[in-house]
């Protein structure tokens, strides 16, 4: 079993940015992959931004939705079994609650309870 709890949303003004975090507890064995997905309220979920870990120290191979490309940053720490997600450059349209996603060899996806990210004038 895997727990992950998010932080970090909250309200924003267009081009403001808010840094989310997951941290994560239990069965956290590597290789793993790690993502950040949100849903706008009657859209479909999309995958924001994702990234695989191969050991420790080792995160890397991050990927992004087009749509958030080069305004936010995907990171993690696995010492501290926690990962982010730098947003930059908020737009209205990426407001949406945000899930965390861990999933490892042979096991199912988990998830997070979410945390809202609301950007706004």
């Known amino acids: 079993q895997v727990q992950l709890v998010e932080s970090g949303g909250g309200l924003a003004e267009p081009g403001g940015s808010l840094r989310l975090s997951c941290v994560g507890s239990?069965?956290?064995?590597?290789?793993?992959?790690m993502g950040w997905y949100r849903r706008a309220p009657g859209k479909q979920r999309e995958r924001v931004a994702q990234?695989?870990?191969?050991?420790?120290?080792?995160?890397?191979?991050?990927s992004y939705a087009d749509s958030v490309k080069g305004r936010f940053t995907i990171s993690g720490d696995n010492d501290k079994n926690t990962w982010y997600l730098q947003m930059d450059n908020l737009k209205p349209e990426d407001t949406a609650v945000y899930y965390c996603?861990?999933?490892?060899?042979?096991?199912?996806?988990?998830w997070g309870q979410g945390t809202q990210v609301t950007v706004s004038e």
């Open positions: 996603s861990f999933k490892t060899s042979g096991s199912p996806d988990y």
């Open positions: 239990g069965n956290i064995f590597r290789p793993y992959v």
């Open positions: 990234l695989v870990s191969i050991g420790n120290p080792d995160i890397g191979n991050p």
